[in-house]
């Protein structure tokens, strides 16, 4: 299982876990859920490798040349899981819908960067079945299409921004690559923080497991040469991951322990998160992973890179509600009761201003009846 492979990888890079990672494989019969982030596992672009770009990329959401590099520049995401409608490993099929919902550009002329933003909405079968629903057909898959348009059938829906880039020459990359990269202040006094050195073999496999071939995250000389910059990068998706799994760790650790079996049960639990990649993370480098309690559920999230400025920023609310246990496979107990009591909030007067579009009306790529693809996986 995909997630279960996730928890491997990241095993030895986080703090220590209650229950063994090690022992056996998670069964599709206790209904456990996938924990949060886990699904940027799930539905990857069926591409052919003759497809892919020449950095390795896919090149579905790319505006062509001369745009032609590509970063992960943040997102947001709503974990919206019930009862009924969350994804679960019970070896059954889900469904993602996926389009194209805003373009913007911004730079000046020569200079200009295009921000794509890219929606995904995801659910399990519950729904379809509810409905019954039969993909098999056309009509069937079109049903699909405009359920997930509800909100009250998705999982989780995700907004994804990457920023497209023109081409450097090798003089300007290498320059590049020499430069020291921007100072950004972090925040300070975090109530968790956890620091991990991640290597090229963790970049290798979360490429593996995310179906991603970008070269920036495999070849060294590619990154020095081309993209200018002095290492591996660190996956944008998997700072996300990283700063999640922290903070349900620190959410699990910080709450009253109740074994349930591994059965269902009350937690506190990640109902959203927003975040922005600020600066380049890269292999080899020291960060730390950050979190400061704000009170009511409100979290801030940061990475501080190697000279220990702002290197990802991002802010989640929790609530203590239904969601599933991790399992015996992976890290935590159900938990019952709040987490790290809300302390009082300690103003954070630092504003962080990400390179992206401005807060102005976008362009509308698509019209919202046009759905874009939608990658089915059982």
């Not at 659910?123 to 509800?150: C, N, P, T, W």
Request: hydrophobic share 35%; aromatic share 8%.
């Amino acid at each position: 299982m995909p997630s279960y492979l996730l928890d491997a990888t990241l095993a030895d890079f986080l703090p220590p876990r209650e229950v063994p990672l090690y022992g056996r494989l998670p069964s599709i019969t206790e209904g456990l859920h996938v924990p949060p982030t886990h699904h940027l596992l799930l539905f990857p672009p069926p591409s052919r490798l003759s497809a892919l770009l020449p950095d390795g990329t896919d090149p579905e959401q790319s505006p062509g040349e001369p745009y032609i590099r590509r970063m992960w520049a943040g997102g947001r995401i709503n974990f919206r899981a019930t009862h009924n409608n969350s994804l679960r490993m019970i070896g059954q099929r889900a469904s993602c819908l996926e389009r194209i919902s805003d373009v913007t550009m911004k730079g000046i002329t020569g200079d200009e960067k295009i921000y794509v933003t890219i929606e995904r909405r995801v659910s399990h079968s519950y729904f379809e079945r509810k409905q019954q629903i039969e993909h098999s057909s056309d009509a069937g898959e079109e049903k699909v299409r405009k359920s997930l348009m509800k909100d009250k059938y998705c999982s989780i829906i995700e907004h994804r921004n990457i920023v497209f880039m023109r081409e450097r020459s090798s003089d300007v990359a290498a320059d590049a690559a020499k430069a020291p990269g921007k100072m950004l202040k972090p925040p300070q006094n975090p109530t968790f923080s956890h620091t991990l050195t991640p290597t090229a073999a963790l970049l290798f496999r979360f490429s593996a497991l995310t179906f991603n071939a970008h070269r920036i995250h495999l070849d060294k000389e590619y990154c020095q040469k081309t993209e200018g910059h002095r290492n591996l990068l660190v996956h944008g998706p998997l700072s996300l991951v990283l700063m999640v799994e922290l903070l349900s760790w620190h959410l699990a650790s910080s709450s009253k322990t109740i074994d349930h079996g591994n059965k269902l049960g009350w937690s506190d639990s990640i109902l959203e998160i927003e975040y922005r990649n600020l600066a380049p993370l890269y292999a080899d480098e020291p960060m730390r992973v950050c979190g400061k309690n704000r009170g009511k559920g409100e979290w801030v999230l940061w990475i501080e890179g190697r000279d220990g400025g702002c290197a990802v920023k991002g802010k989640a609310q929790t609530s203590n509600k239904f969601n599933g246990a991790r399992n015996q496979s992976g890290s935590w107990h159900v938990k019952l009761g709040s987490t790290a009591r809300d302390a009082a909030a300690v103003p954070d007067t630092q504003d962080y201003v990400p390179d992206e579009p401005d807060a102005a009306p976008r362009h509308t790529l698509e019209d919202p009846e046009e759905y874009g693809k939608m990658p089915l996986a059982s």
